[in-house]
């Protein structure tokens, strides 16, 4: 099974940047997609970023020239870089993988980011 832990959450202020890291253990070779997802307080969880085993990446319309989702598979981990951060509404961001041969999803505990002033 396969695990993932993130790290990097926490308190900025808008218009700063933080970078989020998702390290997957658990024997995986990370031939998975990953991406990230991120659910603000009363909405639905949203994808923001998605990166293929060959690093295709996509950005969702609203953090696109803001965020960039990374990965090296060396070492097991992938990033999210978020620049620019607008005073939004606190949100959880969560690493997420698909395995390309069950296609169960496996999430990562979700840290909280939050965006001030």
């Known amino acids: 099974q396969v695990q993932l832990v993130e790290s990097g959450g926490g308190l900025v202020q808008p218009g700063g940047s933080l970078r989020l890291s998702c390290v997957a253990s658990?024997?995986?070779?990370?031939?998975?997609?990953m991406g990230w997802y991120r659910q603000n307080q009363g909405k639905q969880r949203e994808l923001v970023a998605h990166?293929?085993?060959?690093?295709?990446?996509k950005d969702a319309d609203a953090v696109k020239g803001r965020f960039t989702i990374s990965r090296d598979n060396a070492k097991n981990t992938v990033w999210l870089q978020m620049n620019s951060l607008k005073p939004d509404a606190p949100a959880v961001y969560y690493c997420?993988?698909?395995?390309?041969?069950?296609?169960?999803?496996?999430w990562g505990q979700g840290p909280q980011i939050t965006v001030s002033s």
């Open positions: 990166i293929t085993s060959n690093s295709r990446t």
């Open positions: 658990g024997g995986t070779s990370m031939s998975y997609d």
């Open positions: 997420t993988a698909r395995s390309p041969i069950s296609g169960n999803d496996y």
